[in-house]
């Protein structure tokens, strides 16, 4: 039979004979077979992303295969787990697959039995991993533009959140309006085991006293008349998956102690139900400003910011990226002209001095606003209430952005860097020192 594109097994058995001898005829009918003695062994190896299945006895010393099943469900709820069992423990091994087993075999079995299950098994795996793979695919399409970039604060970023994708703890992520905080949330949330699972983002400064209870928490059947079926609150649609909450600090002070209590106890008490509802959740907030000048403000909550910043995620502004923001611009303008059916037009002057002398207050939400109307061709003279620089101020601007482009082309080789702008190295480094430019910035990294 044809085993598909995975053929990856992973046996737990600790009767060693009976072990070698199933692996032996597995690995005849053409599966990549790895045997374990003890489920703990098998923990290490085997986990959220594993591309094959599990096949585990039931009655072992130690972790036994109904717990192995349990641990494997937590981490990956569709890594299909098969039960070999005795008779005489058919029952444990039915109340397994409740749990989340994919099927079970009670010995004495014919091999061709489990390599017919094992075939079933893994054109499933193979099938919600290569849907992952492509929910990823699609997640970075869409959010990958703002995290993109070689700017130090970007990369460092992006490190951080490649670090806590998988880490099960509460994230508080701090910037300015239109740097890219729920693009932070998101691509924590399409990183991690949770992927597949709901994001839900909540605007907070949108929550307002009267209905914050019903908004959050839901509404249960007979609540008041008009409520003929259970509606699920923003809090519950999160559940096993990530729970946004955009701007925590312009929340009120209502929604806050709401919020506190949902955090605190993981679980939800939907209006007019009588018994709550425990939930898996991942919580990921983002403020406006610093949370701790809102907490002095009275804007936030202290005990609902310290309990939120478990972890601290800051966004940088644009203007601390300005070595980005012609690549960013470029990538925006791209998606804006396909969106729009146009051939994606040339950055004229005009628009390339602006690119390079403005500060972009309103951040990547500005950029790619200013991008949307470059594409429709509404932009040879950019609005900008500032005045302008004087001619000193926007030469410097100019001198400082040829360097950074050409330490860029170079990867921050100085002598050709000399050699393109026709400068002494001396005088190159006191004008680097003068933009504060730093080469390394621009040089490959491991």
């Known amino acids: 039979m044809s085993i598909g594109t995975l053929n990856r097994v992973a046996l737990v058995e600790d009767d060693a004979p009976f072990r070698d001898a199933l692996a032996e005829r597995l690995t005849l009918a053409g599966l990549d077979v790895a045997t374990y003695a003890a489920a703990e062994t098998a923990l290490r190896s085997v986990g959220t992303g594993f591309e094959g299945v599990v096949v585990t006895d039931l009655r072992m010393p130690g972790m036994d295969g109904r717990q192995f099943a349990d641990r494997l469900t937590a981490l990956d709820p569709d ?23 994919y099927d079970f075999l009670a010995k004495p079995f014919a091999p061709e039995r489990l390599i017919e299950t094992l075939g079933r098994a893994l ?34 970023l992006r490190g951080a959140i490649r670090q806590l994708a998988d880490a099960e703890v509460d994230v508080l992520i701090e910037g300015e309006t239109g740097s890219g905080k729920e693009a932070v949330a998101r691509a924590i949330h399409s990183g991690g085991r949770r992927r597949l699972k709901p994001f839900v983002a909540v605007t907070c400064a949108a ?9 959050l928490m839901g509404q249960d059947v007979g609540y008041a008349s008009t409520v003929t079926r259970r509606r699920e609150g923003q809090v519950e649609q999160s559940h096993q998956g990530s729970l ?21 106890e993981r679980e939800v008490l939907p209006l007019g139900a009588t018994e709550p509802r425990a939930l898996d959740l991942r919580v990921l907030a983002a403020t406006q400003s610093d949370p701790a000048e809102a907490v002095a403000r009275g804007d936030l909550r202290e005990d609902l910011y ?31 002209s396909a969106r729009m059916g146009r051939p994606m037009p040339p950055i004229n002057h005009a ?39 004087g001619l000193a101020q926007r030469v410097a601007r100019y001198e400082a952005e040829l360097i950074r482009e050409a330490l860029s082309n170079h990867r921050g080789d100085i002598r050709k860097v000399t050699a393109a702008l026709g400068l002494p190295r001396k005088t190159l480094y006191d004008k680097m020192a003068r933009h504060g430019i730093q080469p390394s910035d621009h040089r490959d990294r491991d």
């Open 207 to 215: 929550l307002t006293e009267a209905g914050v209870e019903a908004q």
């Open 306 to 336: 310290y309990r939120l910043n478990v972890v601290r995620l800051r966004v940088p502004p644009l203007r601390e990226r300005a070595d980005d923001v012609q690549m960013l611009f470029a990538r925006f303008l791209a998606r804006a």
């Open 123 to 156: 054109e499933k795996r193979a099938l919600v991993l290569d849907n992952r793979r492509l929910a990823m695919l699609a997640a970075e399409t869409e959010q990958s533009i703002p995290l993109s970039g070689d700017s130090p604060s970007i990369v460092a």
């Open 244 to 264: 946004f909450l955009d701007e925590v600090d312009l929340a009120p002070r209502q929604a806050q102690l709401t919020l506190l209590r949902i955090l605190e």
């Open 351 to 389: 628009v390339r001095r602006r690119l390079i002398e403005h500060d972009w207050p309103g951040n990547l939400r500005e950029l790619s606003n200013f991008a949307n109307q470059v594409a429709v061709g509404l932009s040879d003279s950019p609005p900008d209430s500032r005045p302008l620089d």
């Open 79 to 101: 890594l299909p787990v098969v039960l070999i069992t005795g008779h005489g423990d058919i029952a444990d091994a039915v109340e397994a697959m409740k749990r989340g087993a």
